[in-house]
């Protein structure tokens, strides 16, 4: 409306910020950012059609997806390197040998046994670890075992038994699967020296004398390498009769095993011919070590008699064996002992 003093005609107010009009600033203005960009595309080729419904399920069943070049396995080297000459590869053993099992002479069913475990190693008693499993088998033979049952265990085809001793343990296991285990653990007649403790001197013994007097008293016969030197006296007051045993056979540089019934005292050379073995035939599983951390190329010992007042020395130079020690070892290259009484004479031993 025109006023009479000259002022300007009052408009319409426009839009507030933000607000699009309809109509034409509609079309101008994008509903979104990237709305109204346009798209570059590059066409190579005919669109791929998807197969129809027959198709598609004949391709899943022969495979699945179609062959793809990143998924293809990369070509054989042609200068790949072949195999060694004359290496043997490893071939696992085909079948397992049968097992003779009897507890106290009467035959025990193999039906159930699922696990056979022999563990045997120098100055420790043999160990036998047998499991029975239900199911595949019943466990009535493996039930009436009871501690202090005599086991015998042998491989069919071998005269010499693989174990024998006694049941020192049963162990009965009920699984979440309704499943039951029997575990028998036993243990060669020289287990029952760790039960036994006494305060006794010995005097004027020999480590084979020793373990003979020790021996006899859980039925063992005692065959011996070497008899070691004359000890004057072994006192025995806080330590068991096996480990007193094996005290001084290691004085003496022996162990102890048992076979058949008899305490072998052996070297590390061993005892018997050499059995040979191969890896992958007659070898499942081998472990190896060469370890010089406890090496050394002399000793020297030197002890005192408090009774008759002498020193006593002893020395060694090579090792029993005949292994020889390399001179690049580090450390001292002598070793000396002179915190031990020699009332023994170990010192008067030759090395």
Known sequence: MAGGGGAPAARRPGPAPGRVRPGRDAARRPRHPHAGRRRRTRRHGAPRQLPGPERRLARELEGGR???????????????????????????LQTLPR????????????????????SQA??????????????????????????????????EGHAAALFQGEVTAVEHVFEADAGREVRLRAYDPSHRLRKRQTIRVHVRVTARELAAELAREVGLAVEA?????????????????LAMLVEALERCGLFYTVRDGVMHLLTLDGLGDP?????????????????????????????????????????????????????????????????????????????
């Open 225 to 241: 390498a070497a008899d070691g030197p004359q000890h004057e006296w072994i006192v025995q007051h806080h330590d068991s009769d």
């Open 99 to 118: 097992l003779r099992l009897a507890l106290d002479g009467e035959a025990l069913g193999e039906a159930a046994l699922s696990e056979v475990r022999v």
């Open 275 to 351: 059995l040979p073995l191969e890896l992958g035939r007659t070898l499942l599983e081998a472990r190896l070590e060469m370890n010089a951390d406890g090496a050394c190329r002399d000793v020297q010992v030197a002890g005192w008699d408090p009774v008759r007042a002498q020193t006593y020395l002893g020395r060694a130079a090579a090792a029993r064996s005949g292994r020889e020690i390399p001179g690049r070892l580090a450390g001292a290259e002598r070793r000396s002992f002179v915190d031990q009484a020699a009332h023994d004479q170990l010192g008067r031993a030759p090395g």
């Open 66 to 92: 179609g062959p793809e070049r990143h998924r293809r396995p990369p070509p054989h080297a042609a200068d790949r390197v072949p195999a060694a000459a004359g290496r043997r590869p490893v071939r696992p």
């Open 122 to 155: 120098l100055s420790l008693p043999g160990q036998c670890e047998l499991v029975f499993r239900d199911p595949p088998g019943g466990l009535a033979d493996p039930l009436r075992a009871r501690p202090g049952a005599r086991l015998d265990l042998a491989v």
